[in-house]
């Protein structure tokens, strides 16, 4: 059974451009979240959608958007990037929305903002 | 706003020492306690946690929560090298939207030396 896939894995952008990541979950799996990952901040809960419904966001700004299509793929998108947004960012699949219980984490999209 | 605090946040240990890894959480109507282990990118879910006092184990792994004192800890005896990695913590409990959702400790990085 495929794992989590996400793409790209590496991306160079510079400030003020915008990128979208993709995120293909487990096979079965309705509930996509994402989560951005820093030294400093740990892993930060972006959103989850499940079902192409958004069903959780967290405190990010609307500069950091997302969506899921009818095959349960998701997208993110950052637009106006700044430094502060370099990161990995990390999508997880489930079978269940919520995340209470196991999550099935991708191996991330390092983005670096020059 | 949920929170979940880890310590320390790394340790440096000999092969064969045994290692108690912390984790106190604030979060709303809690669910669950879960951790997870990233050696490179993606986290590997370890353990799962709902009840006081049961202690979870899987190999030289273990951990117990205390729902009273709101804390959990992960053991890992006879360590090796391959037991370095980053360790993460994440508490699970209800979103302002009112859903189920995660949030994540920074991390305790642990390293082994042979």
């Known amino acids: 059974k495929a794992g989590v896939t996400q793409t790209p894995r590496y991306l160079i952008k510079t400030r003020g451009q915008q990128v979208t990541l993709s995120c293909s979950p487990i096979?079965?799996?309705?509930?996509v979240s994402w989560y951005q990952q820093t030294p400093g901040q740990g892993l930060q809960f972006l959103f989850e959608y499940f079902s192409e419904t958004q069903r959780n966001k967290g405190n990010f700004p609307g500069r950091f958007s997302g969506r899921q299509f009818s095959n349960s793929r998701s997208e993110m998108n950052v637009s106006t990037l700044e430094l502060g947004d370099s990161a990995l960012y990390l999508c997880?699949?489930?079978?269940?929305?919520?995340?209470?219980?196991?999550?099935?984490f991708g191996e991330g999209s390092r983005l670096t903002v020059l | 706003e949920d929170k979940v605090v880890q310590s320390p946040l790394s340790l440096v240990v000999h092969e064969g020492d045994t290692v108690t890894l912390n984790c106190s959480y604030e979060?709303?109507?809690?669910?669950?306690l879960l951790w997870y282990k990233q050696e490179k990118k993606a986290p590997t879910f370890l353990f799962m946690l709902?009840?006081?006092?049961i202690e979870k184990k899987s190999g030289r792994l273990s951990s117990i929560l205390d729902k009273k004192e709101l804390f959990s800890i992960l053991n890992i005896t006879a360590t090796q090298t391959g037991d370095s990695a980053i360790y993460l913590c994440?508490?699970?409990?209800?979103?302002?939207?009112?859903?189920?959702?995660?949030?994540f400790g920074t991390g305790t990085r642990l390293t082994i030396i042979p």
């Open positions: 997880a699949s489930s079978l269940a929305s919520g995340g209470t219980g196991e999550l099935f």
């Open positions: 709902t009840s006081s006092g």
């Open positions: 994440a508490a699970g409990g209800i979103s302002n939207f009112g859903n189920e959702k995660l949030t």
């Open positions: 979060v709303t109507n809690f669910r669950s």
């Open positions: 096979s079965g799996h309705r509930s």
